[in-house]
């Protein structure tokens, strides 16, 4: 639950942050609704209109300016353990909880950019590292590989595909993969399994609404604007490369302005007939 990198406090908790930041919006007059889960996005018809958002209880709220920002979750292997070891001994944060296996043994699933950065990153923590990737070679920048390459307690392995996290009941003991070139089953004893094979966007809901990338992320301009005139986005569930606090507070402060500079350039005749 430890946050270390939220600049001005040296560290606080997630649930202690999320407090503080309810106890803040508090202050204002924001109305707060919980248990909420949002739907449907209809955006408005034309420029400076009602974007609708409906909610799953079936109501639905009106806005001129709409931010998004439903956040983003780790994809998940789905193998046997897995859930089972969440928090003891599986992990998808290695800036979060890789300190909390100095000097054991992990393995990184995934050898995209961020399961090599995240190898890379731990190997100066831990005491070794498997990194394990599915396809016969690694999907990371040449530069990473080459650094991830020169570190002596790492090691690769390639076509193997995870089939099992062991444990003892408690905590994580090892792991299991199936080399997909001879099919041979094979056990690893570790401590820790860092899952590294991507985020996913909370924006299913948001499908033929505004542009997403090929993974699913809103796309947002410097002025954390969608493709839809009026409806911004902040924080993981957009095209921003770093998902960390810091960045979607930052990014929401850009949306919150940039909805305000939206709504006073609206023509005031569009302004009066959206009222009336
Ligand atoms: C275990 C863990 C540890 C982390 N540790 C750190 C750390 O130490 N430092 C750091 O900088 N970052 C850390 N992060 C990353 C950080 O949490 C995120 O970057 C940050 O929370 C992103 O903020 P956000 O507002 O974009 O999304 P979120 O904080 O994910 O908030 C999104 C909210 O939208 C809600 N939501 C989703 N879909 C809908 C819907 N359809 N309708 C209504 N509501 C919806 C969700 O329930 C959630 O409350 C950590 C993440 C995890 C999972």
């Known amino acids: 639950m430890d946050i270390e990198n939220f600049i001005s406090v040296s560290r606080t908790e997630g649930p202690k942050l999320a407090s503080a930041l309810e106890a803040h919006v508090k202050d204002y007059d924001v109305e707060i609704m919980n248990l909420q889960k949002a739907t449907k996005l209809i955006p408005a018809r034309t420029e400076g209109g009602y974007h609708e958002v ?8 009106k806005g001129r300016t709409l931010i998004l920002s439903t956040g983003a979750r ?3 292997m789905g193998v046997p353990g897995e859930d089972e070891y ?7 944060c290695p800036h979060c909880d890789g300190p909390l296996f100095k000097g054991k043994r992990v393995a990184v699933i995934g050898g995209g950019n961020s399961g090599v950065e995240a190898a890379i990153d731990l190997a100066g923590i831990v005491a070794h590292v498997t990194l394990i990737e599915f396809d016969s070679q690694l999907r990371a920048d040449a530069v990473l590989q080459r650094k991830l390459a020169s570190l002596p307690n790492v090691k690769i392995i390639t076509s193997a595909l995870t089939s099992e996290v062991d444990g003892n009941g408690d905590r994580v003991t090892g ?11 094979h056990d690893i004893e570790l401590e820790g399994i860092f899952v590294q094979i991507g985020l996913v966007p909370n924006t299913e809901w948001l499908k033929d609404t505004v542009a997403l990338s090929p993974r699913g ?8 604007e969608t493709s839809v005139p009026g409806i911004f986005a902040a924080g993981d569930c957009t095209t921003v490369p770093y998902k ?3 960045i979607a507070m930052g990014a929401g402060s850009t949306a919150g302005l940039s909805a305000f ?16």
């Open 54 to 61: 409906v909610l799953e209880n079936g109501a639905s709220l």
């Open 74 to 76: 780790w994809r998940q």
């Open 86 to 92: 969440r928090n003891k001994g599986v992990a998808y």
């Open 175 to 185: 792991l299991s993969y199936k080399d997909r070139n001879s099919g041979e089953e």
């Open 217 to 224: 992320e809103i796309e947002i301009d410097a002025r954390g």
């Open 244 to 246: 960390q606090i810091v």
């Open 261 to 276: 500079d939206y709504l006073i350039r609206l023509p005031a005749s569009e302004e009066a007939a959206q009222a009336a």
